[in-house]
């Protein structure tokens, strides 16, 4: 909602946090680099993924034959939600 319209309806406006503002366009086009250590480990878990295009999401996801990650360095959880959704794929 837009300030203006919140303080004439007198209501708070909604704000999002920063995470969820970014467009998906923003998001389809944000590509990570993974090292080449993590590369090697997810190779040998699944070779069926391409490495080569691994995207920038919120969430650890399997996209097609694609990969998102959140960021190239993933801290413990995410690691866990990863090695959870490689065993099961």
Do not use: C, F
């Given at each position: 909602?837009?300030?203006?319209?919140?303080?004439?309806?007198?209501?708070?406006?909604?704000?999002?946090?920063?995470?969820?503002?970014?467009?998906?366009?923003?998001?389809?086009?944000?590509?990570?680099?993974?090292?080449?250590?993590?590369?090697?480990?997810?190779?040998?878990?699944?070779?069926?993924?391409?490495?080569?295009?691994?995207?920038?999401?919120?969430?650890?996801?399997?996209?097609?034959?694609g990969l998102i990650l959140p960021s190239g360095q993933?801290?413990?959880?995410?690691?866990?939600?990863?090695?959870?959704?490689?065993?099961?794929?």
């Amino acid at each position: 909602m837009h300030p203006l319209h919140a303080d004439i309806l007198d209501v708070s406006p909604l704000v999002l946090k920063h995470t969820h503002v970014a467009s998906t366009s923003d998001q389809a086009n944000a590509y990570i680099e993974l090292s080449q250590q993590m590369v090697i480990d997810i190779g040998l878990v699944n070779t069926q993924l391409d490495l080569n295009v691994v995207q920038q999401g919120y969430d650890v996801a399997i996209n097609g034959q694609g990969l998102i990650l959140p960021s190239g360095q993933l801290n413990s959880e995410q690691k866990r939600q990863l090695w959870k959704l490689l065993s099961e794929s």
